[in-house]
């Protein structure tokens, strides 16, 4: 297949420093909600990175589900691949690939465990299907085939058939607190508007890169 000729112009708009808020945090929630309202499939999906003990990276797709001036929440299995490479090194980077509006977000930090009362906040608020499906998968574990997953999920399905489900031990969340966060706009030409914020103490630092 050749993919040479694959291609297209960016024509959305452009991005100025004038127009730019002091923190990025507005920036970023102006146009997650712009992704929201122009209906993009799964708009609070982010490409995770994380780098084992090797230095061999891997990314996976999470969704974001809570953002504010203090970072950037998520929620997983704290036996999974990723929980383990954050055990190991919580330096990662997320990536918003919101193609449709020729716009990304990539954002580099730690991530920091998030409190009990706020895993349980969030669990509580899943539809119970989902609560099930947490306590039935053991998340990044080699399965010998489907059907021992199915069969898990219908065992554990009956036996929380009725009350609460409780929060497993094993599950939990994470906040990305960001060092930068890189705003990027496709442009004519291939001349694509790119903007670096960058922690300073309280503050952030601006600065455009070439695309």
Do not use: C
């Amino acid at each position: 297949m050749d993919l040479s000729d694959v291609r297209r112009e960016y024509i959305q708009g452009g991005l100025r420093r004038e127009n730019l808020p002091d923190i990025p945090f507005e920036l970023f929630e102006q146009w997650l909600q712009q992704a929201v309202d122009a209906k993009l499939t799964d708009p609070t999906a982010m490409a995770l990175g994380t780098v084992n003990q090797q230095g061999q990276p891997f990314q996976r797709i999470v969704l974001l589900k809570q953002s504010d001036p203090s970072g950037f929440v998520f929620f997983t299995n704290l036996g999974s691949r990723k929980a383990l490479h954050i055990e190991q090194n919580s330096q990662v980077s997320a990536l918003f690939p919101w193609h449709m509006l020729e716009r990304q977000v990539h954002i580099t930090g730690r991530a920091e465990k998030l409190s009990h009362a706020e895993v349980l906040r969030y669990f509580l608020s899943r539809p119970k299907e989902s609560q099930i499906a947490a306590w039935a998968s053991k998340q990044s574990a080699r399965l010998t085939a489907r059907q021992v997953l199915e069969a898990k999920y219908l065992e554990l399905k009956q036996k929380f058939s009725e009350g609460e489900v409780p929060l497993p031990t094993f599950w939990g969340g994470y906040r990305i607190v960001p060092d930068s966060i890189e705003f990027w706009q496709g442009g004519d030409r291939r001349l694509h508007d790119r903007f670096l914020y960058q922690r300073d103490g309280d503050d952030w630092t601006i600065d455009r890169l070439a695309p």
